[in-house]
């Protein structure tokens, strides 16, 4: 059974950062792109960043130089650092196990979502 658990959510100001990580088990993750995605209160969930099998990434216009993602294929983690947080950065994270379109840098999701992690940040 394949399971996204996230972890490191929490109550910042503005100005401060927090570390997201999500653990992959089951039978994904070391060939599989991976994904934060984030859904605020009355918005579409949109993509955060995305990281390739070989640490390829992509960002969100919206949190590029602020956020960074990695992973640790041995720990089945991926892992969102994001720093200079502001209040609009307050959403429900999910994580995502996906893949890049052939050829290109855009991201698919897949099915297969995390319970996401809640992510407020104080003015």
């Known amino acids: 059974q394949v399971r996204l658990v996230e972890s490191g959510g929490g109550l910042v100001q503005a100005g401060g950062s927090l570390k997201l990580a999500c653990v992959a088990s089951g039978n994904i993750f070391g060939s599989d792109a991976m994904a934060w995605f984030r859904e605020a209160p009355g918005k579409d969930r949109e993509l955060v960043g995305a990281v390739s099998d070989v640490r390829t990434t992509i960002y969100a216009d919206s949190v590029r130089g602020r956020f960074t993602i990695s992973r640790d294929n041995a720990k089945r983690t991926v892992y969102l650092q994001m720093n200079s947080l502001k209040p609009e950065d307050t959403a429900i994270y999910y994580c995502?196990?996906?893949?890049?379109?052939?050829?290109?840098?855009?991201?698919?999701?897949?099915?297969?979502w995390g319970q996401g992690t809640q992510v407020t940040v104080s003015s």
């Open positions: 995502n196990a996906g893949g890049f379109e052939f050829g290109s840098t855009r991201y698919i999701a897949s099915h297969l």
